[in-house]
């Protein structure tokens, strides 16, 4: 957390918030609370995932532009 509070960038907060957030409901993956607490009051503009891709799904709560597909982003999860 200490990172994300020096760094003061909300897009990365968002990303990883956005990301963290489909692993636990996903993978069972333990999430602090606190830790999506903190990442999702630092939203701001809306961004995209990746700054490529194609298709995107639009987070609402993470003001994400999903353009990899949860399939993508959790294949490595095993």
């Known amino acids: 957390m200490g990172y994300f509070k020096l760094a003061d960038n909300s897009s990365l907060c968002q990303r990883t918030g956005y990301l963290l957030e489909l692993m636990k409901e996903n993978t069972g993956f333990n999430v602090p609370k606190y830790a999506l607490d903190f990442l ?3 939203v701001g503009s809306p961004v995209r995932l990746l700054s490529f891709g194609g298709k ?23």
């Open 40 to 42: 999702s009051s630092k």
């Open 56 to 78: 995107t799904k639009f987070s609402k709560k993470w003001r994400i532009q999903d353009n990899m597909g949860k399939e993508r982003i959790l294949s490595w999860w095993v």
